[in-house]
């Protein structure tokens, strides 16, 4: 059962456009949400994050929407760069230490 | 933030062997996690690994196949035994630190 889903397996956005990645999630329980990018042979690295008890966090380029609700999230990137080309994972947790459920994964590709 | 380390970096091993894995981190930390992660796949949590306590293993993994040690707050040790070539992953160590979690750059193992 995946209780964490990247639908969209990857994504090509050209320079300077807006990327958008989407997450959905089903266990309500769920409370705590990640955005993690990961360059080949390096791990993870913490991108930004959201509790449930917003709707919106924004750090420089990076934004994350929650939709409780519908139990969505998404990352927008803008403007898009090709520094920003590596794999996106979202993350779930209950609570802020705790472990994590992680989705599948969006490959995104900046283009020039 | 944290900066972790994991030996090794690679390694190819023979069916019916098996590799320890150590992650060392740059601070003292409560918690520490082993991830694997297959090709194409997520992240997947294999167990929650705290000083002073038996480790907590995730639904489908068990202490024999992947014993975990914690000897102190800044390291510890993931084995997987008797390889088989399903076991092909990466393996990463993260560390929950002031609400979030930071990840080693992972042990790419091939079993061949």
């Known amino acids: 059962d995946q209780q964490v889903k990247q639908n969209s397996p990857s994504l090509s956005v050209q320079e300077g456009r807006i990327s958008i990645l989407n997450c959905d999630y089903t266990?309500?329980?769920?409370?705590?949400f990640l955005w993690y990018k990961k360059y080949p042979a390096e791990g993870p690295t913490f991108l930004i994050s959201?509790?449930?008890?917003?709707d919106k966090n924004e750090d420089g380029r990076f934004t994350v929407f929650l939709n409780k609700s519908a139990k969505h999230l998404s990352l927008h990137i803008v403007p898009s760069q090709p520094g920003d080309s590596a794999v996106y994972f979202c993350?779930?947790?209950?609570?802020?230490?705790?472990?994590?459920?992680f989705g599948t994964g969006t490959r995104l590709q900046v283009t020039l | 933030s944290a900066v972790i380390s994991q030996k090794p970096s690679r390694d190819i091993c023979q069916r019916g062997t098996s590799l320890t894995i150590q992650c060392q981190v740059d601070?003292?930390?409560?918690?520490m996690f082993w991830y694997r992660q297959q090709p194409g796949q997520s992240l997947t949590l294999i167990a929650t690994?705290?000083?002073?306590?038996?480790?907590?293993?995730e639904s489908g993994f068990v202490i024999d196949k992947f014993p975990i040690s914690r000897p102190n707050l800044t390291f510890s040790t993931l084995t997987v035994s008797n390889m088989s070539p399903e076991d092909s992953s990466i393996y990463l160590c993260?560390?929950?630190?002031?609400?979030?979690?930071?990840f080693g750059p992972g042990t790419r193992l091939t079993v061949l």
């Open positions: 993350a779930a947790g209950t609570g802020t230490a705790s472990k994590l459920t």
């Open positions: 266990n309500s329980m769920f409370d705590y």
């Open positions: 993260s560390v929950g630190l002031a609400g979030f979690q930071f």
């Open positions: 959201i509790s449930s008890i917003k």
């Open positions: 690994a705290n000083q002073g306590s038996e480790a907590t293993y």
């Open positions: 601070s003292q930390v409560t918690m």
